[in-house]
């Protein structure tokens, strides 16, 4: 199985760390696609001044071809209905997920790209194994563990944990 990367964030040592984890995590052969805009007017809804997420995953499944997996990464505030904000979701081989709270500069923190690296690089190893179809762990530890805020993401780990593995035809 195929990845293609498409993404608003222009930062070649980020996309290809994702890049190297999902390929690693999963055994995927991951591409990086086109770098630039996705989120448009479409998708945004001006009361919440956040981009529907659900929204996104169905306009890009037409641009998805069969044998891959498309992850979306996009700088703007994502939502879905339920919820104040997400960090990503995922649908039916299409993932999105936003660097907008992954980043220190967000907290009123100064720039880590270190840290902005790592939680990026869990964030989208947690929605491409939704789309593997591994659902929310209850190991806080483990990357499909849930993240409800930040610390959440930096308490995590990248990987998945034994159970996961397991279920994903893995030992
Ligand atoms: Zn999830
Ligand atoms: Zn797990």
Not at 52 to 74: F, G, P, T
Not at 127 to 151: P, Q, Y
């Amino acid at each position: 199985m195929k990845a293609r990367i498409l993404s608003e964030l222009d930062d070649g040592k980020a996309l290809e760390t994702v890049a190297r984890v999902l390929m690693e995590t999963y055994n995927l052969d991951v591409a990086i696609g086109k770098i630039g805009k996705i989120l448009d007017h479409h998708s945004f809804n001006s009361k919440r001044g956040q981009y529907d997420a659900w929204k996104l995953v169905q306009m890009y499944s037409e641009e998805r071809k069969k044998d891959e997996y498309l992850l979306l990464i996009v700088e703007g505030d994502i939502y879905a209905s339920g919820f104040n904000y997400i960090f990503g979701l995922a649908w039916q081989g299409v993932a999105i997920v936003s660097t907008y709270r992954l980043k220190q500069e967000f907290y009123g923190l100064d720039p880590d790209q270190k840290i902005f690296i790592e939680r990026l690089v869990k964030e989208a190893v947690h929605e491409i194994g939704h789309l593997h179809g591994l659902t929310h762990c209850s190991d806080r530890k483990c990357v499909m563990a849930f993240s409800n805020w930040i610390g959440d993401t930096d308490y995590k780990s990248w990987m998945l944990c034994q159970n996961c593995r397991l279920k994903l035809g893995k030992t």
